[in-house]
T-cell receptor, first 111, second 111 residues
Framework: DAKTTQPTSMDCAEGRAANLPCNHS???????VYWYRQIHSQGPQYIIH???NNETNEMASLIITEDRKSSTLILPHATLRDTAVYYC????????????FGSGTQLTVLP | EAEVAQSPRYKITEKSQAVAFWCDPI?????LYWYRQILGQGPELLVQ????????DSQLPKDRFSAERLKGVDSTLKIQPAELGDSAMYLC?????????FGQGTRLTVV
């Protein structure tokens, strides 16, 4: 799987949009961009994934650049409960694919 | 909503003792993962199963750790003998064709 690079930490004011960047410059054509988050003392939680089109669900939006070398996860109205470590991963399609985690971005939503 | 079940939630054991963790994945999920997470770090993949077969156990310390998924459904991770450095959260996850779902984990403390 392609290497991903994320900032170590970010702050965001409550109610504002949180934009979390991820670089994946070596991503291959069959690799999807996945985002997970981990709230303190809980297991990781799936947020969203995409291949090349922008995606939106009830939790977040995912914007992938046209060259697919980077992406941004957007939490449109951050709340204190969004404080967590956010992981961006490039994962190939199909079953039996490996899911590993790096260090992620610690997002702190400030009141 | 279907969940990945793990037990126990918490375990305290003395060093040199044996300890086992159990995971029941979401029904129908062929892929099952075991992770170890030390406080302040991202989850580290220990072993990955596809049905009952191990597809990756390169990071599993095989001198003391073992994992099995005999019927391709639930799985057990064992440590024998436990060492002080094994104190961590042990997470189980399962996936079908897309995202992975995580259990709440087992918090192990070795004293």
């Amino acid at each position: 799987d392609a290497k991903t690079t994320q900032p170590t930490s970010m702050d965001c004011a409550e109610g504002r949009a949180a934009n979390l960047p991820c670089n994946h410059s070596t991503i291959s054509g069959n690799e999807y961009v996945y985002w997970y988050r981990q709230i303190h003392s809980q297991g990781p939680q799936y947020i969203i994934h995409g291949l090349k089109n922008n995606e939106t669900n009830e939790m977040a939006s995912l914007i992938i650049t046209e060259d697919r070398k980077s992406s941004t996860l957007i939490l449109p109205h951050a709340t204190l409960r969004d404080t967590a470590v956010y992981y961006c991963r490039a994962i190939s399609s199909g079953s039996a694919r490996q899911l590993t985690f790096g260090s992620g971005t610690q997002l702190t939503v400030l009141p | 909503e279907a969940e990945v079940a793990q037990s126990p939630r918490y375990k305290i054991t003395e060093k040199s003792q044996a300890v086992a963790f159990w995971c029941d994945p979401i029904s129908g999920h062929a892929t099952l993962y075991w992770y170890r997470q030390i406080l302040g770090q991202g989850p580290e993949l220990l072993v990955q199963f596809q049905d009952e077969s191990v597809v990756d156990d390169s990071q599993l310390p095989k001198d003391r750790f073992s994992a099995e998924r005999l019927k391709g459904v639930d799985s057990t991770l064992k440590i024998q003998p436990a060492e002080l450095g094994d104190s961590a959260m042990y997470l189980c996850a399962s996936s079908g064709q897309a995202e992975a779902f995580f259990g709440q984990g087992t918090r192990l403390t070795v004293v």
